[in-house]
Nanobody, 120 residues
Framework: QVQLVESGGGLVQPGGSLRLSCAAS????????MGWYRQAPGKQRELVAA???????TYADSVKGRFTVSRGNAKNTVYLQMNSLKPEDTAVYYC??????????????WGQGTQVTVSS
């Protein structure tokens, strides 16, 4: 059984930085992508950043140049380095893991979420 645990959220001032971590427990097969989504109050959940099995990254336009997604040497860990944070970045951030399953739909795992608040 795969479980995702996020950490690193908190309160930060505008212009500050924060680093989120997500660790996946269990043996992972069929890795497709791993990354971060966020959901702000009154808004839909959106993709923030992700990395696929080839190491290619995807970023929301709103965070390009400010956020960086990476995977640790232990591939069960993904990070989100957030710089130049803005109040608009305030949201609950969710770690996400997508696994391929032969002959079946892809399977998604989600962390419980970690709150990021950018405010002075």
């Amino acid at each position: 059984q795969v479980q995702l645990v996020e950490s690193g959220g908190g309160l930060v001032q505008p212009g500050g930085s924060l680093r989120l971590s997500c660790a996946a427990s269990g043996i992972i097969f069929g890795f497709k992508s791993m990354g971060w989504y966020r959901q702000a109050p009154g808004k839909q959940r959106e993709l923030v950043a992700a990395m696929d099995s080839d190491g290619d990254t995807t970023y929301a336009d709103s965070v390009k140049g400010r956020f960086t997604v990476s995977r640790g040497n232990a591939k069960n860990t993904v990070y989100l380095q957030m710089n130049s944070l803005k109040p608009e970045d305030t949201a609950v951030y969710y770690c996400h893991l997508s696994l391929r399953a032969l002959g079946r739909p892809d399977y998604d795992y989600w962390g419980q979420g970690t709150q990021v608040t950018v405010s002075s």
